[in-house]
């Protein structure tokens, strides 16, 4: 149906996952929309401030898996329907990511106008500089904060897998350039979990998710022997595991280098 028949509607990106907004006709289609959601992009954050109002029709929900999908490498991303139109907003690295995010939304509503304001953010593309031994700088001396900056944007794996989601492999090579730029830096990477299951389970899958970030690391010029990973389950939470928000921050890789 076209967009001017429901209400407005928004979707943020946000620094661990998306915020939605907006009107839904039911407690039930709500439920069946943060389904699709969940299906389109496994174990991803969602702060859900969305309202019900019986005045309003529902939008097709088939697509929206794969509007959130493209989205996961622009950081900014804003999705807006409003007025009969779609408005997209936000940084894309390449004209490419910004057009995949446009094609998405027009998959989801085929029958709507698409605004793509999505800016692309041109970076100088370089060899990175081979690392001196003894060299450091400037940039090595806030390297775990950048790394932690960048780390904002949660590294993704497939559904109770530990294979690296293609939508992280963008976050991987911008940290491993980080990190070739400083001589001799070592690099331990360590996966957690939430408090779901126990730790049979939690502490095999933290490891394996945290090997495949440094392999990932590895793959992308960082020597071999510089890099260690480990998995803690769900020790050391940073949030409530009483909360879906809560558990959503808990799973997660942290990188430290020294």
Avoid: H
Wanted: with cysteine; aromatic share 4%; hydrophobic share 45%.
């Amino acid at each position: 149906m076209p967009a001017a028949d429901f209400g407005s509607f928004s979707i943020v990106r946000t620094s661990n996952g998306f915020s939605l907004a907006g009107e839904l006709p039911s407690a039930d289609v709500k439920a069946q929309f943060l389904d699709s959601i969940g299906q389109g992009m496994p174990g991803i954050n969602l702060v859900d401030n969305l309202t019900i109002n019986p005045n309003v029709k529902a939008p097709e929900f088939a697509g929206l898996g794969g509007v959130f999908s493209a989205a996961m490498s622009i950081p900014d991303f804003n999705f807006k329907l409003e007025n009969g139109a779609i408005t997209l907003t936000g940084n894309a690295p390449t004209e490419e990511l910004k057009a995949a995010a446009e094609q998405a939304a027009a998959a989801a509503w085929s029958n709507v106008k698409i605004v793509n304001n999505i800016q692309v953010v041109a970076t100088t593309s370089r060899p990175s500089p081979a690392p001196v031994p003894g060299a450091g700088g400037p940039a090595c001396a806030t390297l775990q904060a950048d790394i932690t900056e960048l780390l904002r944007t949660p590294i993704y794996f497939d559904t109770n897998g530990a294979t690296l989601a293609a939508s992280s492999q963008g976050l991987m090579q911008q940290i491993a350039d980080k990190v070739k730029g400083c001589a001799d830096v070592k690099v331990a990477v360590t996966g957690y979990t939430d408090n779901t299951g126990n730790d049979v389970i939690n502490v095999p899958l933290s490891a394996s998710r945290a090997k495949a970030v440094a392999d990932a690391l590895i793959a992308d010029g960082i020597a071999a022997g510089n890099v260690t990973s480990s998995g803690a389950g769900s020790a050391k939470p940073v949030a409530s595991n009483d909360t879906p928000a809560g558990r959503a921050q808990n799973r997660r890789t942290e990188i430290m280098v020294s």
